[in-house]
Structure formats: C-alpha cells, structure tokens
C-alpha cells in the first residue's frame, strides 16, 4: 500500500499548507472538511500541482460511523495513513472572534462542542488511524494546538482548555501507542496571518511587534513544523510539543510593553 497522510480541515490555510508539505515530500494525501466540495476541490489542487493521488471528503463531528467509513474506502484505495494530522478545530469564540466566548453567558452546550470537536472527535480519528498504523507497526499522530494552552487569552476558556487536553492526550497516546510504532506529538502555533488577521489591519492585537523574532507565522512556518513531527525526520521524538510562535510564549512580558510604559512615564513627566 502506499503511504497517506491525513489532514482534517486541510482545505485552507495551515491545513492545505500541510498537505501541500507532504505532497512535496510524494505522500498521497486525503483531506477532510465539513464542507464536501471544498475537500474535493482542494485535493484535486493538491493532485494537479504535486502530482500525487489526493482524494477529498466530507467529514462531521459526531459521526463516528462516518470516520470509519472514510477509512475504510481508504483502504479500498490502496492507501495507508502513515501520518494523521489533526488540523481542524472549534475555535471556541461563538459567533463573534471579537468578543470571544464570555464566562458567565455561554451556553454549556457551546462549551460542549468546543471540547467535543478538539478532543472527543480527534480521538474517533486517531483511533481509526491507529488501527492501521499499530499492524505495519509504524505511524505518526500530529495535532496542530495552540500556544493558548500554556498563555490563556481572553474569553477563549473552552478553546485554551480543549487545546491543553490536546497536550495531555496526546502524551497519553505517545505512552499507549508507542509499543506498535506510533508516535504522538503537538505543533503548537501561535498567531498565523490568516485572512481574518489581514483583514483586521490596524485592529490586529498581535504582530510582529509583539514578538522576539519581530515576525508571526506564515502557514508554510506551521506545515514545516508539522511535516518533521510527522515525517521520520524525527523518529525518535513522541510526547512532546514544538512551538511555532515567533518567541511570543517564551517572554515574561513584550519589549512593546515596557517601550509603552517609557513612553506613558515620560508623558506624565512633561
């Protein structure tokens, strides 16, 4: 059989760029999205510039009979996940990205998917993986987290805590799955420049002002990052997480913040 990687939500952004990455690499690659076409379209993107197979489909939470489905027309396919990236999320901020999920008004059940997406459904996926890794007796578990799991940010309660149990869950699999061959890590980006952050221009909370390397991530950064947590380049590596964020998480505080506060103290000296 030959070998796949699998990207869930890979039709956009960090998702397509992974895909993209291992495509380069001559992996056959299978995407998912909720939104059928878009799979498809995407994988077929993926197969005219790459020249490899690339097969696109319709994925849900909830549907556990769907995702074994999925993996076994797979199989009908002569594919073998050698790497199982879990890219998709809820991101956990309602209907408004401003203003976030707030702590004493929302709804348990939107807490509830938050946690049923990033963990519940994540785990229904790399058990199917799983499944097939553990009798070749090789594979690799990519979650894509967030730097949220170790530095909160506000009114994001439900999408920090689901993504830190990405972190334990996913040490926890590196411990159970590892006797069969199969690794477990985490990529953990920090802001990316999306399309939702350029659009934001002048309202952008974070920049590259705000890191040390005075940069934030392009999607190709997360993908690079992802490709040698899910590739033999680091074969030896399980349990464990790299983070992708420009040095934001690693200060106690941004130069940004101490060049405001000269600025304000001045200004009240004068």
Not at 113 to 142: C, D, P, S, Y
Request: aromatic fraction near 8%; hydrophobic fraction near 40%; charged fraction near 25%.
């Amino acid at each position: 059989m030959k070998k796949a990687v699998f990207v869930t939500g890979g039709t956009v952004g960090s998702g397509l760029a992974c895909a993209k990455r291992f495509a380069k690499a001559g992996y056959d690659v299978i995407i998912t999205s909720r939104d059928e076409s878009r799979a498809q379209a995407a994988a077929a993107e993926v197969a005219e510039a790459y020249g490899v197979f690339a097969k696109g489909y319709g994925l849900d939470i909830r549907d556990e009979p769907r995702i074994i489905d999925i993996f076994a027309d797979i199989d009908k396919q002569g594919r073998f996940v050698e790497t199982a990236v879990l890219n998709s999320a809820d991101l956990g901020f309602g209907t408004d990205p401003a203003k976030g999920q707030d702590f004493f008004t929302v709804s348990v059940e939107e807490v509830q998917r938050v946690f049923e997406t990033n963990l519940v459904w994540n785990f229904m996926i790399v058990r199917q993986a799983a499944l097939r890794m553990k009798e070749r007796h090789k594979g690799a578990v990519v979650f894509v987290g967030s730097n949220t799991s170790y530095r909160a940010i506000p009114n994001r309660m439900a999408y920090c805590a689901s993504k830190g149990g990405i972190n334990a869950m996913a040490k926890a699999m590196a411990v159970d799955l590892g006797k069969y061959g199969i690794r477990c890590n985490v990529v953990l980006p920090g802001t990316i420049k999306t399309d939702r952050w350029f659009k934001m221009g002048s309202k952008q909370i974070v920049n590259g002002s705000l890191t040390p390397i005075g940069d934030i991530s392009d999607f190709e950064d997360i993908a690079n990052a992802v490709w040698f947590m899910g590739s033999d380049e680091s074969k030896n590596i399980t349990g464990t997480e790299l983070t992708v964020d420009g040095g934001m998480s690693c200060q106690l505080y941004p130069e940004e913040l101490n060049r405001l506060k000269r600025k304000d103290i001045e200004s009240r000296a004068q």
